[in-house]
């Protein structure tokens, strides 16, 4: 899990998703800000409007960045931003239709999430987004990447309204729990695509609590009451300014090198 400044229209030599710096977790951590925002914000106006814009904008930008067969910013990161705001919805849906407590979703997202790696690792003998290079490997890291934003929005659900803490304790928590892979990595040099996707699970409730405490009324987990329209359009601008800026034109990789990331 190294962290570098690795450009995100930078691609490894084979794999056809975004290397792995400093770069990918900022923009990372917008996309979960942004699909947090987004989905409560669209569910506030039309629970319709929420499933039909979520449905629409995986299935529009999943076969946009899957028909590529190769990583272009543009097209990785809309993906990404699409997937959050409908992991979101999976992980509402769950507690708000079926009425299920956000411990019992969390469990049986972690169980899903778990399933999708056992079954990838089982199939493909690796679950390393360095090799990531073939239809049925890119189709095992979305529905991974599909799983872990669930999750993740139902984690942090549980310990802002569950456990109480609110949402910028728990921003500060999960901020901290982020922090340990990395370190654990550092220390030993072992375990990376471990230690990779732990933190990539946990920007997910960072990223949700971070948005929550803006937009969500002080009596809702003292939020700073914004709304979450507005956060999300600041958060989306904000999102769409880094990527066009460090991808550049076209967003494609202008010189693509294996990153030691896992």
Known sequence: MTI??????????????????????????????????????????????????????????????????????????????AVAVFGTMLADGLHVALGLPYPVTSVLYAVATASVFVVWRRCEGTISIHDIFTVRRERFYWAAVMCTFALGTAVG??????????????????????????????????????????????TRPLGASIADGLAKPASMGRGMGLGDVPVACIIGLLLVGAVVLFAGPGGRPAAPRRQGVS
Request: one cysteine or more; a positive charge; aromatic letters at 12%.
């Open 4 to 81: 570098s400044s690795t450009r995100p229209d930078r691609a490894t030599a084979v794999s056809w998703v975004a290397p792995v710096g400093v770069t990918f977790w900022a923009l990372k951590l917008l996309t979960t800000a942004f699909g947090e925002a987004a989905s409560d914000g669209l569910a506030g106006i039309s629970p319709a409007l929420a499933v039909l814009v979520g449905v629409a904008g995986i299935v529009i930008t999943l076969r946009w960045q899957t028909r590529s067969h190769s990583f272009v910013a543009r097209r990785y990161w809309s993906a990404v931003a």
């Open 157 to 202: 659900d549980l310990t802002a309204a569950t456990l109480g803490l609110g949402y910028w304790p728990s921003a500060v928590l999960f901020a901290i729990l982020i922090a340990i892979p990395a370190l654990v990595w550092r220390a030993t040099g072992r375990h990376e695509v471990l230690w990779f996707w732990c933190a990539y699970v946990l």
